[in-house]
T-cell receptor
Framework: EAGVVQSPRYKIIEKKQPVAFWCNPI?????LYWYRQNLGQGPELLIR????????DSQLPKDRFSAERLKGVDSTLKIQPAELGDSAVYLC????????????FGPGTRLLVL | GIQVEQSPPDLILQEGANSTLRCNFS?????LQWFHQNPWGQLINLFY???GTKQNGRLSATTVATERYSLLYISSSQTTDSGVYFC?????????????FGTGTRLLVSP
């Protein structure tokens, strides 16, 4: 069974440019998560989807970040415009249902904003 | 929110040695996971263990939910065990509770 797939694996952009990350969860997993991991820290949740509905986006900086999960399967996270402080690893995870179940993580996208 | 503390922050071992990593949390939980983040950044599930004891090969974990801690045991360590080990918990409350990660234990196993 394929795991969580993310692309691209690496991205280098200049500040003020837009960037987008794509995630395809494990087949059959209804819940999808986007996390951000800063250097030397644990991942922090940005947004959680139950099917196509964003049920928790309280940690998402909405002035420049947006996300969508059309058809309740794959998802896209966008930053526009990017700032230097957005440099981090962006991780996607999925689980069968919401709370109390195992989350499986993708390999992440390493973003460097110059 | 819930606090998750891991110890030790850094650990250096000789290949073949055993080790114990600890995770303390400040509230009741209904989800606790141990992850290994390898040097390439991939987070790999080790255990889903909100309570009790589990074993998988050279690794085992115990969570004592009533005392709010979990332990990860690594026996006969190998160089491939190097990386960062994270404990992550969900608080036992009504409504959505996000998975909160500790700051990790950085393990280096030398040959």
């Amino acid at each position: 069974e394929a795991g969580v797939v993310q692309s691209p694996r690496y991205k280098i952009i200049e500040k003020k440019q837009p960037v987008a990350f794509w995630c395809n969860p494990i087949s059959g997993h209804n819940t999808l998560y986007w996390y951000r991991q800063n250097l030397g820290q644990g991942p922090e949740l940005l947004i959680r989807y139950e099917n196509e509905e964003a049920v928790d986006d309280s940690q998402l900086p909405k002035d420049r970040f947006s996300a969508e999960r059309l058809k309740g399967v794959d998802s896209t996270l966008k930053i526009q415009p990017a700032e230097l402080g957005d440099s981090a690893v962006y991780l996607c995870a999925s689980s069968l249902v919401g709370q109390g179940t195992t989350q499986y993580f993708g390999p992440g996208t390493r973003l460097l904003v110059l | 929110g819930i606090q998750v503390e891991q110890s030790p922050p850094d650990l250096i071992l000789q290949e073949g040695a055993n080790s114990t990593l600890r995770c303390n949390f400040s509230d009741s939980v209904n989800n606790l996971q141990w992850f290994h983040q390898n040097p390439w950044g991939q987070l790999i599930n080790l255990f889903y263990i909100p309570s009790g004891t589990k074993q998988n090969g050279r690794l085992s974990a115990t969570t004592v939910a009533t005392e709010r801690y979990s332990l990860l045991y690594i026996s006969s360590s190998q160089t491939t065990d190097s990386g960062v080990y994270f404990c992550a918990v969900e608080r036992r409350r009504t409504g959505f509770q996000k998975l909160v990660f500790g700051t990790g234990t950085r393990l280096l196993v030398s040959p």
